[in-house]
């Protein structure tokens, strides 16, 4: 049976070694978490919440949230357009129609596959942002968690 190596082993194997890409060795663990309470409705809302470092690995998104709706309204996870425009707008790459009628808890691992935001690393700082899909209709609370890893 072969010895098979993934693509920072191989690296690390080479002579003279190579050095990994940025974020996929010995980083550090750091987490970009904001808070939102509703008051009550909200309809077709955008939230802004904590930023995204330049150099940034993102490794997960976590969003836990209450009871706010009870007749479909959804949440989509995303980020702001960077300040010198090389990192693009994206309304979903973190989530997308998160269904909001109980309490619940999203992870990103769930839907990675789909999720252009997992192990997207930003060249430039954005914002994380929240955007109401149609209304929802309970006061409430929105929390946001980015894990991600920088050298």
Same mark, same amino acid.
């Given at each position: ?50 930023? *995204? ?5 993102? *490794? ?9 709706? %009870? ?8 980020? %702001? ?39 997207? %690393? ?19 609370? *929105? ?9």
């Amino acid at each position: 049976m072969a010895n098979l190596y993934g693509v920072n082993a191989t690296k690390w194997l080479a002579k003279p070694m190579q050095l990994a890409e940025q974020g996929h060795q010995s980083g550090a663990i750091k987490v970009a978490f904001d808070t939102y309470t509703t008051l009550g409705a909200l309809t077709d809302e955008t939230i802004h919440f904590g930023k *995204i470092p330049a150099g940034a690995r993102v *490794i997960d998104c976590r969003v836990y949230f209450t009871d706010l709706d %009870t007749s479909g309204g959804t949440l989509d996870i995303g980020w %702001t357009a960077g300040a010198k425009g090389t990192e693009a707008v994206d309304l979903t790459g973190l989530a997308s129609n998160l269904a909001v009628t109980s309490a619940g808890v999203y992870s990103m691992f769930t839907t990675a596959s789909t999720s252009t935001g997992f192990q997207k %690393t930003f060249v430039e700082e954005v914002q994380v942002i929240v955007t109401v899909d149609g209304d929802l209709d309970a006061a409430g609370t *929105i929390k946001v968690e980015v894990l991600y890893v920088i050298d």
